[in-house]
């Protein structure tokens, strides 16, 4: 079978792809090495609580901004650099454009959540918000555009954090699901949003679709039996008659076959 692809006026496709996707890795790691600074930052006594959300606060606020920067262990901060280098290339290689808008909606969103459903008292900080919302909109993306790309992108997605559809309620103690909470929600409205931010991917063409448009439709009247007088007559009787008589010989018995 025969397939067709529509022709590239820019670069080739696999040349196009591979740069998108190590674009989208450059920037994810840079993201990455920032979070590194900021808690080497943290680490030589500076005091970072003012930058965290705190819950129902008019304070808290500005953890809004700086919170997604800040860890409180190398544990939290390698997880989540990790899950950033992972679901920031998927999600900016596939989807540069939707992601580029979304990450403000990610980076509030996130905050937010913990802003809103948070213990008074508590300081909630880290990246893991971001993450939540990067994963929920490869997936939704997925659900919604449908072409092989965003369907192999969300399977991608789902097999390294799907677990993240879980993590945003109650789980464990100390862990800040309410931010996970708000970065998901964040990433299902931006999928919403953005889903025609980026183009489609070009489709394959087959053959035999060029060979259905071939075919002229027929006419409304073509599907009728045509009437009577409209039948060609293929046979016509002998003069006089309106039949014909077929005569057979009489069979001699004494011709028969004998064993």
Known sequence: MDTQIAPDAGNPPARTDRSRVLRAFNLSLAFVLLLVAMFALQSS???WRPWSVAPLESAGLLGLLGAP???GSIEHLGANAVALLILGTLAGSVYPKATLRALPLLW???GLGAWLLGDM????LGASGVTHGLMFLVFVLGL??????AIAASMIGFLFYGSMLITILPHEPGVSWQSHMGGAAAGLIAALLFRHADPMAARKRYSWED????????ADNELEPPAPGQVP???QPRE????VVLPFQRRDPDDRPRE
């Open 45 to 47: 006594g500076w005091d």
């Open 69 to 71: 920067l800040l860890h």
């Open 108 to 110: 509030i969103g996130s």
């Open 121 to 124: 008292g508590s300081h909630h």
């Open 144 to 149: 919604l555009r449908r072409d092989r790309q």
């Open 211 to 218: 060979e259905e448009e071939d075919i002229q439709p027929l």
């Open 233 to 235: 007559v293929l046979w």
């Open 240 to 243: 006089g008659r309106d039949f």
